[in-house]
Every structure is written in C-alpha cells, then in structure tokens.
C-alpha cells in the first residue's frame, strides 16, 4: 500500500534531483540556445550536455508534482472526518 511517507520521499528525492540538474545546467552551460536549422551546433558537446540536463530538470519537475499530489491525496484520505 502506497503511504503518505513514500510519496514524500518520492517528492523530496525528485526536487533534490531536479536542484542539482538544474544547478549544473546554469552553473556550465548558461549561454547554450537551441539552434536552428541554418546554423551550425557547437562541436564540443556542451548543446546535448545542457538539454539532457534540462530534460532530467523536466522529467523530475513533472514526478515531484505527481508525488506531491498524491501526498496530498493520501493526507487528506487519513484524515478523522469532521462530522
């Protein structure tokens, strides 16, 4: 059965990797930009370094949300009624 206190774990584990991606995208590669088609990609790898990054930053954003409404859901389940 699915608790209160997985979920939150599940939420502070997700924000703590999406802190850390997000503090290593901004740290290295704060000036990288998505090309387009008529230019040329930097050749040093830093455009798939920073938009893996920022899709580990989404994909953590999005089970943090997830993982908080759940949390959320379950809390107010456990809830006395008050009737």
């Given at each position: 059965m699915i608790?209160?206190?997985a979920t939150v774990k599940l939420f502070v584990m997700s924000?703590?990797?999406f802190a850390v991606a997000f503090a290593l995208r901004w740290s290295f590669f704060w000036d990288?930009?998505?090309v387009s088609w008529d230019s040329d990609p930097p050749q040093n790898g830093s455009l798939e370094a920073a938009f893996l990054l920022l899709?580990?930053?989404n994909i953590a954003g999005v089970v943090a949300a997830i993982?908080?409404?759940f949390?959320?859901?379950l809390w107010i389940r456990q809830?006395?009624?008050?009737r």
């Open positions: 608790t209160v206190r924000l703590a990797v990288i930009k998505p899709s580990i930053e993982a908080l409404i949390a959320t859901i809830q006395p009624s008050a």
